[in-house]
């Protein structure tokens, strides 16, 4: 079994900027791709960023330029750094994290309000 936790997220004023984090732990044989996803009322979850072991990143076009994912392979965690926060980007945001087994797992949320 793995756990996945995550933090970093709040209220923040329009323009500002935050830093998720998300710590795996557990039965971890390998991470392959680790993905932050988000989910707005009333909307489906979309995957925001994603990044590989070999850290190729891949990005939604509307985070283009202001979210960056990064990741660290020896302590099994993964950041998003957003800037220049806007009220669209509210949302929960999950951590989600495909091991070399093929097993998918997901974080609990963490909850991201953008005031304008």
């Known amino acids: 079994q793995v756990q996945l936790v995550e933090s970093g997220g709040g209220l923040v004023q329009a323009g500002g900027s935050l830093r998720l984090s998300c710590a795996a732990s557990?039965?971890?044989?390998?991470?392959?791709?680790m993905a932050w996803y988000r989910q707005a009322p009333g909307k489906q979850r979309e995957l925001v960023a994603s990044?590989?072991?070999?850290?190729?990143?891949n990005y939604v076009d509307s985070v283009k330029g202001r979210f960056t994912i990064s990741r660290d392979n020896a302590e099994n965690t993964m950041f998003l750094q957003m800037m220049s926060l806007e009220p669209e980007d509210t949302a929960v945001y999950y951590c989600?994290?495909?091991?070399?087994?093929?097993?998918?797992?997901w974080g609990q949320g963490t909850q991201v309000t953008v005031s304008s």
């Open positions: 989600n994290v495909r091991l070399i087994t093929g097993f998918t797992y």
């Open positions: 990044i590989t072991s070999d850290r190729r990143t």
């Open positions: 557990g039965r971890i044989s390998g991470i392959n791709v």
